[in-house]
């Protein structure tokens, strides 16, 4: 096929915020591996948050709301996320079948109501993470309330998913758990959270608990209903509990870490000023991607940084496959549409590690970027897998850094931004087609480029032996004397330009 040139207008005076990075959600994938001999867990933190790994930045504290003592784990692997409240107190114990007199029993400000033990597995990832300098940002969130102040008495949510799932009598004491554990996660592990959010997911009807023919519960991970009615009332209670007396946390509240824009404009058009104006901080997920500009649009009306806080997907859909280069490209391009459509000022992963599939493993396979097996008895020799989503991502996450500021470019495949001295231009592209172009960018209109240097970073398919193969391959790139640059964009690529010694014009 002939080659064309596909040329990229950077407009500098389009500007976003300062970039606070990349990030990732621990919970599941934490709560398996956590426990796991010292060297594998220390391969797989370098994998995800090392600099020749994922290079992430950001990690999300999954408080669990945990399950009934008498009902046998009914979760997928790594989801039974550990509650924090203690098996007995008062002497009542905490059982599903003595919900009632456990709630009415346990007392939120009581130490001895909590298991500050709890939830080893995520925790020992989040000790790592305190312990490493590059780690900028910590936010805490809750799939569900504990049980015992569910409307159900499952975490996995309702006999009716379309029914809010937090006792009325329970928003105050639920508040106050989530503020309490996480007091007792910064001093225990001397970091801080920068934000606590109180819902995930909240106004859809996925979390559902159906029950099998003997009563037991059928579900998958935890989630609850939580309506915007319902929102109004837990982001009060949070935010009062946050300022009450000898409060120690001095997180803000973020929210409502909805499944997909259109929802998220629902949630904040049912919050009252009041409530609008505690969240200090606003949460979205892009699973289903209308009304991106709407949210960005809010964000920047209210005030409110916006944090583009969930997604993962499968883009090969069928067998496990760590080369196909689709899922790789399907990944980069969804990161582009939230960079240019949202602007916002973190990206997160759902979930960076999956259980690595078997042959008859269920569901999305292709979801992840890393592998291992999630096993109850993990030895150092267990496989540590990549895909092409590994590769492509770190196209983005090597070289647009904290700090970072979002310009405009005029193709719908390409993201720029520059560094905060001012000297630096990054601009991301995609390639989906199977047709290769040259990329074209004019530096005269972006500032001094006479002492400039370019390179290229590009990652294409890897080979069928090697799934890290051809990824972040460099490229000394050569500026024309009239300031003009042209690269090559391969077939199936992500290509990253790389300027340094440009001054940018203010």
Known sequence: MSVHELVLTVDIQHRGAPFDGWGTSLCWFANATG?????LRERLYQAVFG?????????????GGGTGLDIADYLRPGGAVPGWWAHTYAGQDATFANREGYRQTWSPYDPAAYDFEADQGQRWWLQRLAQDQHITHFEAWANSPPFFMTNSGYVTGGLDATKDQLRDDCIEAFTAYLVRVAEHLEQAHGMRFHSINPMN?????FWFTPLNSDGSPIGSSEG???SPELQNKLIQALYTELRRPGTTTRAVISAPDETQPDLFVKDWQGWSDTT????GQLNVHTYVTADRPKVREIATQAGKPLWMSEVEGSFAPGAFNPIDMRNGLGMAQHMVDDLRELEPKAWIFWQTIQDLPGPDWPGDVNWGSIFVPFTATPDESLPIVTNTKFNTVRNFTHYIHPGDIQVGVNDPSSVAFITPSGTGLRVVHVNSSDDSHDLGLDLTHIGDWRTATATTVTTTTPPPDDPTGNALVKTSAAINPDGSITVPSPAQS??????DNLHIRA
């Open 35 to 39: 426990t796991y001999p010292e060297t």
């Open 51 to 63: 600099p020749d790994g994922l290079n992430l930045n950001i990690a999300r504290y999954n408080i």
């Open 201 to 205: 997911e909240p106004n859809t009807d």
């Open 224 to 226: 609850a209903h939580v």
């Open 276 to 279: 609008r104006q505690m969240v």
């Open 494 to 499: 992500v290509v990253t330009l790389v300027i």
